[in-house]
């Protein structure tokens, strides 16, 4: 146990070291004109392109596209996929009928369906958002699934006991016991609707960041390309991040794993 | 028959196959009330797509498409799995490593790949190399994680008795660990190859000249609907295959283990 505290400082000293040895090389590689300068622009000239972008205000459209897009993809699974996951639970019979199907879900490539939600909805916010729901959801229902199975009986025959309701056992009881699958089912959802959506702005779209992506991409515009992808994965890691250091607290206040 | 009926184990498989069978109909059937309700511009009629899929199967393009991505997704695969075990058991010896390794990992995993596409394609040009590139950095991290956690959950017995027995580091790999660690390796595995295909598949629509996901590109573009879902039904298909297969060899290797 006393090893405890040393051990993570190390690996995490060691760990930035890496980090940053890595970055320092890919700017040596870029600078010495061993990597094209059409193929990568330099780490330190890809955050100055970010900062331009930024300062600039001149792809906020984009930006906002993008991100209010994917958030009304997170709601639309999230939602749905509890709601889905909640009538699952209560009809056992369809639930182990739907098993093989929701497991077998994130091995098929559900992306192939973007086409057609673009002869749907035509190009633009509605098959975007539908693409992210889409992809986002499953992950979300099989997560709604494993929490409320994994809620303690002792929990539910308390709440018998207290003579509670089943609108307050649910929102009393199975809710807060099974939160820390919930979030578990956020973070992936979350994770699943960018997938969907940006690889949707690459392929076709009215705007976004994927699709700045893509048009630098094409025009040769290595800054523009570089400090957008910066931006988005700046922007990804940060929320995954602060997902994933929720989901950790609230699994560690349940005291399970 | 009889008697096998008989077995409560049997009838326990056997209803909830039937299950299963009766949502995918349940499911045709609302795709059917879909295409009443929209009409073929939108949705074509079940028995419609699955007639544009057999004939499809005839034509010496779908093939020539199917080839394709076939030669990638296999090259993608036969690369991403090779070198994420080497590199999750060079990673997985060292705790150290390991340590160092485990957060970075999971960051690289949790990004969305599709944003790094441009650079692969600036890279490899619009080549069957990028396409290959583009699958194996979906794959292999799938692979590395499980082949890492893997290592580090093989009872310490097993090391023990290896170092008892004297066997070189070499021996203690092949004898004991691996073959210790080889069902949680095989589901990394299951994992990478899902991926793997979405990864060619994607990385076909966004930019490719052959391949069935340059053909539901193709299909967008001339609209033909019907092209779309007739070539998503086949591709879920053979995945579904794939996936059941990969899943049914997994239980085999934990029945034996």
Known sequence: ?257 | MGEAAASPFWQVVKTRQLDTVLLLLCLGLGWELVYVLVGADVAPSPMTTLERAGGLLQTANFWKDAASTGRAFGLACAIGITSGILIGLLLGFSRLASEVADPMLGTIYSIPKITLYPIILLMFGLSLSAKVAFGVIHGVFPVIIATMSALRNVAPIHRRTAQVLGLTPAATVATSLVPAALPEIFSGIRIGVAVTLLGTLLAEMFASASGLGFALIRAMELHTIVDIFALALLIFTAAAILNGSLLALERRLRGHG
């Open chain 1, 1 to 257: 146990m006393s090893g405890r505290s040393f051990w993570p400082s190390r690996a995490g000293i060691i760990r930035t070291l890496v980090v940053v040895g890595a970055i320092a090389c890919l700017e040596l590689l870029c600078r010495s004109g061993v990597i094209n300068r059409l193929t990568m622009i330099p780490p330190t000239e890809m955050a100055g392109a970010l900062w331009q972008i930024v300062a600039s205000g001149k792809f906020n459209a984009d930006i906002l596209f993008t991100v209010a897009n994917t958030a009304a993809a997170i709601a639309l699974s999230v939602i749905g996929g509890f709601l889905a996951g909640a009538a699952l639970h209560a009809m056992p019979r369809v639930r182990h009928a739907a098993d093989p199907l929701l497991s077998a879900y994130y091995a098929v490539p559900v992306f192939v369906f973007y086409p057609l939600l673009i002869v749907a909805f035509g190009v633009g916010r509605g098959a975007l958002i539908a693409m992210g729901a889409l992809v986002g959801i499953v992950a979300m229902i099989v997560n709604t699934l494993d929490g409320l199975d994994r809620v303690p009986p002792v929990l539910l025959k308390s709440a018998d006991v207290l003579k509670l309701g089943n609108a307050r056992k649910l929102l009393l009881v199975r809710l807060p016991a099974a939160l820390p699958y919930l979030i578990t089912g956020i973070k992936l959802a979350a994770a699943y609707s960018v997938i969907g959506i940006v690889a949707g702005e690459f392929i076709l779209a009215t705007a976004g960041i994927g699709k700045r992506i893509a048009f630098g991409y094409q025009d040769f515009d290595n800054r523009t390309m570089y400090g957008m992808l910066l931006l988005l994965l700046i922007l990804v890691m940060v929320v995954n991040g602060a997902l994933a250091f929720w989901e950790k607290r609230l699994h560690r206040r349940f005291g399970r794993s």
